[in-house]
């Protein structure tokens, strides 16, 4: 069974953390919602707590299959902020293992060099910082897989991101199965 960190952090974006994590589970995905901050419990953008189920010194981060990280620009800031986090997303690219970022998360992997030459989308106001670090950014786009690396754009994709890294992880016959049941998208 495939199995997922979802890192968050004081300002993380609630809708884009949460969703991915349910939308994985109900596709019977193996997740842990990883706290970077001292505390299991995050404050989000909205000021809604969110408890995690590890932080990050417990977890052995060989045993994941895929990162994903939420935006919210504070939160962003928070995991781009974080080394440990910012070392295990560059060896895992390097592997070839997935990694995943939402709304203003990308710029993570972007700062990094993960996204140069690379089709990429984030939120439209950080377009710019993309492509400042040679990403191939695509501006009409819900969400871009290319290869480990899975982007989307913003609150208002979660859904369609949480589908696709379901459909990574578990194939597309899973991702639409998942799609139909919850009712999402044409019918």
């Known amino acids: 069974m ?3 960190a979802v890192f968050i952090a004081d300002g993380s974006e609630e809708v884009e953390a ?19 901050m001292p505390s299991l419990e995050i ?10 189920d590890k932080l990050l010194d417990e977890i052995t981060f060989d045993e994941y299959d895929l ?24 060896k ?10 939402i709304c203003a998360a990308p710029t993570v992997f972007a700062n990094l ?19 400042k670090c ?3 950014v695509i501006e009409d786009s ?7 690396i899975i982007t989307s754009q913003a609150m208002g994709t979660s859904v369609d991101f949480g589908l696709a890294l379901v459909g990574y992880l578990c194939g597309e016959d899973a991702k639409e199965e998942l799609r139909k049941n919850i009712r999402f998208g044409a019918l």
Not at 18 to 36: E, F, G, Y
Not at 67 to 88: F, I, M, Q, Y
Not at 94 to 100: P, S
Not at 142 to 148: E, L, M, R, T
């Open 67 to 90: 990162l994903v990280l939420p935006g919210g620009v504070r939160g962003t800031n928070n995991l781009n902020a974080c080394e440990e986090l910012k070392k295990n997303l560059v």
């Open 2 to 4: 495939a199995k997922v």
């Open 142 to 148: 819900k969400v871009v897989v290319n290869g480990n």
């Open 134 to 136: 040679d990403a191939n």
């Open 18 to 36: 949460i969703t991915p994590v349910d939308l994985l589970r109900r596709a019977k995905v193996d997740v842990d919602v990883v706290s970077i």
């Open 92 to 101: 895992f690219n390097d592997q070839g293992k997935g990694i995943a970022a």
């Open 43 to 52: 404050t989000a953008s909205r000021d809604i707590k969110i408890k995690a």
């Open 113 to 131: 060099g993960l996204l140069k030459g690379k089709t990429s989308t984030c939120n439209p106001g950080f377009w710019e910082e993309l492509r």
